[in-house]
């Protein structure tokens, strides 16, 4: 006996074998019960979620023996002519092959003739959205006011390209795609009937990959047993669909958290020699992280994914290690690589360069912080302050003139303060303890007030005069000085100095210069003769450079305040 494919042998005989269909099932059986037959019918969905097949039961239905039934008998020689497939009066006409107006004007004479063996003469027009333009008008009259022996039943995949004339003469379905549970429970009943060893990850790849379409699902079947057998497995239905292995996606879920250059080459290399499908594996890869990702937004990700219980189990253990962001990061730059794929000349070279991104996040964190800088000045701009004097900065080869305590080798360690411990007795520190101090008050002010860290930022500690902490600023850092003696400034600094060290300690901000006693070498210093500021150093202070770039603006001229004059 010659073969026949397993979606032939499998196709639903009665309304109940009809899967993921109900309402449109059950309104069907209703019309057949009460006698309320429409005189044309239009099934929409998409492929392989049963439309041909609920059409050809409801001609069935039609024409039983026992009469218009919701339950045609099967067993009669209407139902076993309709099953077959050479029923004379179920006329099927495939639309794509005789869209003219030729065929319809030879349709609209033949339905004119009563039925030859049957009660109802059932036109079943596929594809119908193919039609032309023409031949749809020709059928408007005929598919509105058919002979009462006929019944139109029209099947497409494209509802919209179906004209308004035709849809408003017609009962219309829309087909669902069939859940993923039900093709698999219908994989599994095939695969027990046919006497097939499958596993259950192998039936649940072939139901998702089916994409909704039950016939897909059992085409696909047909053709992995036809190259492994009776006995299936994962891997055989992979290499059928051309997947690369889940193994290989866990590998680079593992390669990604390693972050290693070096083994991304060596796995897309190893990809090549395997012969597999470059782009194949990035849509795979896609897929992998979706999965992922839907275990860090979903409550019951396993009801989702419809995979075996050991695969969940893996890919929750995976998705541990990843945070959201870095995921969604990972699916979009896979997605970019994936349409640039198509068009490069050599695939391999793109998946390379979107993978090392993927490992080397460094100029990502970058970008970062460069834009918390932006802001930071967008945000010290909107406060309105300008600086009196603003002096050139070092250069980022020249070595910095004061020595950060923040950099030394060894980072000191917070101090453990109680709440509520009272001052010390003696105010007086070391420079030793007050740098050990230092740091975490940088770190306290920073937290509140970022703009008051970079003004302190630039001050060098020279010690503790009585209950004065001492700040020293080079003569270059003048506009930072300044800045650090304002009220606020100092109230902040002094208040978190209390907290830290358990003293009543004041700021006091002097240049370098001046690093005695008091306040007359300061009169010296604004007041001594400076050579004037060039703009080559002036562009090299980071708030005017970073002013220019925000507001597109120039260096018109330089006035020096001290002098009251421009250069």
Avoid at 87 to 102: K, Q, V, Y
Avoid at 306 to 318: D, K
Avoid at 400 to 429: F, H, W
């Amino acid at each position: 006996m010659e073969y026949l494919s397993l979606y032939r042998k499998w196709r639903p005989n009665n309304f109940s074998e009809v899967r993921g269909q109900s309402p449109i099932v059950k309104t069907l059986q209703n019309a057949l019960e009460q006698k309320r037959v429409a005189h044309a019918y239009l099934f929409a969905g998409p492929r392989g979620t049963g439309k041909t097949s609920t059409a050809k039961i409801l001609a069935k239905s039609l024409n039983c023996a026992q009469g218009v039934t919701s339950f045609p008998c099967g067993e009669c020689e209407s139902c076993k002519k309709v099953k077959n497939g050479y029923a004379i009066d179920i006329i099927e006409i495939d639309a794509a092959s005789n869209r003219g107006i030729d065929e319809i004007r030879d349709l609209r004479e033949k339905v004119k003739f009563l039925p030859s063996e049957g009660r109802y003469k059932v036109y079943i027009i596929d594809e119908v959205h193919m039609l032309t333009t023409e031949a749809f008008n020709a059928l408007l009259k005929t598919l509105e006011e058919p002979p009462a022996h006929v019944v139109f039943i029209l099947a497409t995949t494209e509802l919209h390209k179906i004209p308004a004339t035709i849809l408003s003469r017609c009962q219309c379905f829309e087909f669902k795609p069939i859940s993923l549970q039900e093709i698999r429970d219908s994989l599994s009943q095939v695969a027990q009937e046919e006497g097939l060893e499958a596993s259950s990850a192998a039936l649940n790849l072939i139901a998702r990959n089916a994409q909704g379409g039950l016939r897909d699902a059992l085409s696909l079947l047909d053709q992995v047993i036809a190259f492994r057998g009776q006995r299936i497995e994962i891997n055989d239905v992979e290499a059928i669909l051309g997947l690369v292995d889940q193994e290989t996606l866990f590998t680079l879920g593992e390669v990604l958290l390693v972050k290693d250059p070096g083994e991304i080459i060596q796995m897309v290399q190893q990809l090549i020699d395997q012969g597999k499908d470059l782009q194949q594996f990035v849509k795979g890869a896609i897929g992998h992280f979706r999965n992922l990702l839907l275990f860090k937004v979903c409550a019951e990700p396993a009801e989702l994914l419809g995979m075996a219980p050991e695969e969940v189990e893996r890919l929750s253990s995976q998705a541990l290690k990843y945070r959201k962001n870095e995921l969604i990061r990972i699916i979009e730059t896979l997605s970019v690589c994936d349409k640039e794929m198509k068009w490069s000349f050599q695939a391999r070279w793109s998946l390379e360069v979107a993978l090392i991104k993927l490992v080397e996040p460094a100029e990502d964190g970058q970008l970062l912080e460069l834009m918390e800088k932006v802001k930071e000045l967008e945000k010290f701009l909107a406060s309105g302050e300008q600086p009196k004097v603003i002096s050139a900065v070092q250069t980022a080869t020249e070595p910095k003139a004061v020595t950060k305590v923040a950099k030394k080798d060894k980072q000191p360690k917070p101090p453990k303060v109680e709440a509520g411990e009272p001052l010390r007795d003696s105010p007086v520190m070391s420079l030793e303890e007050i740098q050990d101090l230092w740091p975490v008050v940088l770190e306290k002010i920073k937290k509140q007030k970022r703009t008051y860290h970079a003004y302190l930022l630039e001050g060098t500690l020279q010690g503790v005069e009585g209950d004065k902490l001492v700040l020293a600023f080079s003569k270059k850092f003048i506009f930072h000085k300044e800045n650090a003696e304002k009220p606020e400034v100092k109230d902040l600094v002094e208040t978190i100095l209390k907290q830290v060290s358990h003293r009543d300690l004041k700021l006091k901000c002097v240049l370098e210069a001046s690093q005695g006693k008091d306040s007359a070498p300061l009169d010296f210093q604004l007041t001594r003769q400076e050579p004037p500021i060039t703009e080559e150093e002036l562009m090299q202070d980071p708030l005017v450079k970073g002013a220019l770039e925000l507001f597109g603006g120039k260096i018109i001229a330089i006035k020096d305040e001290r002098k009251g004059e421009e250069q």
